[in-house]
């Protein structure tokens, strides 16, 4: 036994080398306005059936939840035509992601990512003793065959970001097709759709057909982005039966409270809200996409409900410089430095005002 152990008890190898995740900044410089545009936030709230189903939930506040969720997981069934049985809800799918790596990752196996996959991944794989195998993008845009050459016979699962954050690009389906036909059968394909309800495109599917039909695919969505759920903490997942089988092994017993489960189940059968969401989102990732090109600015293109701009690599002029600038004029973006994108900013399509302000100080910086 070492000094150090004998006067303090010390986590597991690994754990301390992990870098804490650490959410974007959700306020600007006091006196101002703030325009939060750091999170992906839903810019209009969330359903009204939702909020009135949580707040009916007040008056059983001393009640255990359905410790499975079986309201939340026969709404998703039945807005998505899947058998309820084969979903498993989680605190945001943050959880159910560190679920997975919990149960299919141990020490010195292995998991990949593409290169400016979500930071949850290398967290929750280090957190299992797992090595992360970062993957290089093509473009910001996953790399499938970098992927398929990463696979040794220490992989365990690949996680897909499709869409990706903070890219906002995406991979075609025959691409994520090509990439589970390439995997040995005991390689677990994790596809994180969060942003599946914003895209606009023939040639996306969030995953569901693959998983019906295979035995090492899993699907995880969120309600923290369209449904305007975040502050509840709501993530479901569709997967196999023998994933279920070990996911309702290990998760909490009451890992998701009454409240979440009412509104979630309102919230998906609320399909009027969604297609507002969707019409605004259109709307707006269009215009603020194509005002901050116009300024000469790199705008990656999205299918998501947020941007990534790049700035240029000038002393004044950089991304970190633009952020200070905006915060102090109420507008919040997100750095990105983290991902490995010191030089760009991630901006949440907002609400009219915080995009048309938000463009417009942009606008005023890079004139200064």
């Known amino acids: 036994m070492s000094a150090e152990q004998s006067i303090k008890p010390l986590p597991q190898a690994g754990i301390l080398d992990i870098a804490p995740y650490i959410p974007g900044k959700s306020k600007a410089s006091h006196g101002v ?3 939060k545009l750091s999170s992906n936030e839903s810019p209009l709230g969330c359903s009204p059936a939702a909020r009135k189903a949580m707040i009916s939930l007040a008056e059983g506040l001393e009640l255990y939840p359905d410790g499975s969720a079986t309201a939340l997981r026969q709404a998703i069934a039945d807005v998505h035509g899947l058998n309820a049985d084969r ?6 799918s943050d959880e159910l992601l560190t679920l997975l790596a919990q149960a299919y990752i141990g020490p010195g196996d292995e998991a990949i990512y593409s290169e400016h996959g979500f930071l949850v991944y290398p967290i929750a794989i280090k957190a299992c003793g797992g090595t992360p195998v970062v993957v290089p993008e093509k473009d910001f845009v996953a790399d499938v065959d ?3 050459a990463a696979v040794t016979e220490r992989t365990r699962v690949v996680f897909l970001a499709n869409p990706n954050n903070p890219t906002g690009t995406y991979l075609p389906f025959d691409e994520v097709r090509r990439l589970h036909e390439g995997l040995p059968k005991s390689v677990l394909l994790v596809l994180d759709a969060a942003y599946a309800e914003y895209v606009r495109r023939n040639d996306y599917e969030s995953g569901i057909e693959l998983v019906t039909k295979a035995q090492n695919v899993v699907m995880t969505r969120t309600f923290s982005k369209i449904y305007g759920l975040a502050n509840l903490r709501i993530g479901w997942m569709f997967a196999p039966d023998h994933v279920v089988d070990v996911l309702n092994r290990i998760r909490g017993p009451f890992n998701m409270n009454g409240p979440a489960i009412a509104a979630g189940a309102a919230a998906i059968r609320d399909q009027g809200f969604v297609d507002e969401a969707i019409t605004h989102n259109e709307r707006w990732l269009e215009w603020v996409s194509a005002e901050l090109s116009d300024l000469g600015l790199g705008v990656t293109p999205s299918v ?3 941007v990534l701009v790049h700035f240029p690599d000038e002393d004044g002029r950089r991304a970190s410089d633009a952020d200070a600038y905006l915060i102090e004029r109420g507008y919040v973006l997100r750095q ?6 010191p030089n760009a900013l ?9 995009n048309r302000g938000a463009v417009a100080a942009i606008r005023e910086f890079l004139k200064r």
Do not use: P
């Open 87 to 92: 979903i498993v809800c989680g605190a945001g």
């Open 346 to 354: 991630r901006m949440s399509i907002g609400d009219e005002e915080a």
């Open 146 to 148: 970098g992927m398929l």
């Open 33 to 35: 306005k703030t325009h």
């Open 304 to 306: 998501g409900n947020f």
């Open 336 to 341: 990105v430095g983290a991902y490995g994108l």
